[in-house]
């Protein structure tokens, strides 16, 4: 069977069902249909690491959380965020859905980012992963996880009712038109439990009577509990066309508590790269954290700052705070030399964070095009305050929007490791 045969044998069926339906991005190859084997000790070490990282983080946004707005503009927060990110559902869980980013490096397992507000490879890693490895007769290291999502959904819904929140009115939204992000929002409800949510483009919310709403018919319906795949970031720049600031006074009724939202708020506290900045030099200065805080920092996390104190030491690699995608990326040789750079054009215009530049791993990868060499990504999922599924993506040394995607099976363990 050749490649091509084996791989409409496998998403064929998929995008039939309406779930997964990407697998194409812009007329080229986005998913895989070859297997990419883990080893059982490499998945419990993605495991162990996402939950040390998102424990640690968890404590050090709680205290950014109650910081004040100095901090909050040191950290790249756009000002018109400032008041509903201290909106929280709990103190043990600034995100429900995140996504920590690794690379396997000569030094071992490294953190490059935490992806806290709007993850995308759900599907990917939830749903697709799993019959991928069943076409190949392989171990589904993802199996059983998709209840994580249930259970999280569950337990963000129970902490909003028991802070007063009314959950009448349920909404998941995107923008209808983009295929990847309707498709992973429809996915998340329908695994959310949430039985009265409905699906609704970004285009068709509106801002009425002070209260955000679902306009049907000609009729606006207040929305009490909106899960929206759309960045906190991006949302404070949302103008009507009349240039009326809609989306900074979505911001303001979160901050009054008119409308609950999931992530919540504060999950954008810990998307910006910068707090891994403030992690480190915490860290370095000796502070806050505990030792086992402090060995999590040291096995896991980079060197990375505010400011650039790689130059004639190492190579670096520079990112905006809140880049997404690997836009706005810039890798450096250690005499600041650039060696390669991003060709997008979103987030050249923010802050950026200095990290230590680690080399993503290289590995053969089967494609429509034949066999090349990728630079290995893998995406962790930290889902309702636990470790949970993984994903992986190839691409180049900068891991952008168009790096395939590569499904993932367990190898079977060795019972004299």
């Known amino acids: 069977m050749s490649y091509e045969e084996r791989r409409e044998r496998i998403y064929g069926p998929l995008r039939e069902e309406g779930v997964f339906t990407w697998d194409r991005m812009y007329d080229e190859e986005y998913a895989l249909a070859d297997l990419l084997p883990l080893s059982a000790g490499r998945r419990r070490e993605l495991a162990e690491a996402t939950d040390r990282l998102g424990a640690l983080i968890t404590r050090t946004a709680e205290i950014v959380r109650q910081g ?97 929140y009314p959950l009448d009115t349920i909404v998941f939204s995107a923008l209808d038109w983009h295929e990847e992000d309707a ?86 506290i810990a998307q910006t790269k910068a707090l891994q900045a403030l992690i480190w030099n915490l860290y370095e200065a000796g502070e806050f954290y505990t030792e086992a805080e402090r060995d999590a920092i040291r096995t896991y996390m980079l060197p990375t700052y505010l400011e650039n104190r790689f130059i004639g030491r190492c190579g670096y690699v520079t990112k905006p705070i809140l880049g997404r995608e690997g836009g706005g990326v810039t890798l450096y040789e250690a005499d600041g030399t650039p060696l390669e750079r991003d060709r997008e054009e979103l987030y050249w215009e923010q802050p950026m964070i200095y990290q230590e ?61």
Not at 128 to 157: K, L
Not at 228 to 256: C, F, I, N, Q, S
Not at 371 to 399: D, H, K, Y
């Open 68 to 164: 004040g707005e100095e901090l909050f503009g040191a950290l790249g927060l756009p000002p018109e965020t400032w008041r509903a990110v201290r909106i929280a559902i709990s103190d043990r869980l600034p995100t429900i859905i995140g996504r920590f980013d690794f690379a396997w490096t000569e030094r071992g397992l490294k953190m490059l980012e935490f992806n806290s507000d709007t993850p995308t490879g759900i599907v990917e890693a939830f749903h697709v992963n799993g019959r991928v490895c069943a076409a190949y007769g392989m171990a589904d290291p993802n199996a059983g996880m998709a209840e994580h999502i249930r259970e999280a959904f569950g337990q963000a819904v129970r902490a909003y009712r028991s802070l007063g």
């Open 183 to 268: 498709g992973t929002t429809r996915y998340l409800m329908r695994q959310s439990g949430l039985e009265t949510a409905r699906f609704a483009g970004l285009a068709d919310l509106r801002v009425y009577g002070d209260r955000l709403c679902l306009l049907r018919d000609g009729r606006h319906e207040p929305i009490d509990l909106l899960y929206r795949l759309h960045a906190l970031e991006k949302l404070a720049e949302d103008r009507d066309t009349d240039g009326y600031p809609t989306g900074a006074h979505v911001l303001e009724l979160m901050a009054e508590r008119k409308l609950a939202v999931l992530n919540p708020p504060s999950a954008l």
């Open 357 to 417: 530049r680690v080399e993503l791993p290289v590995v053969p990868i089967r494609h429509e095009g034949g066999v090349s060499e990728a630079r290995l990504l893998w995406g962790s999922f930290w889902i309702g305050g636990r470790a949970s599924a993984i994903v992986a993506r190839a691409g180049g040394r900068i891991t952008g929007n168009l790096a395939y995607y590569v499904p993932v099976g367990l190898e079977k363990e060795d019972v004299h490791e």
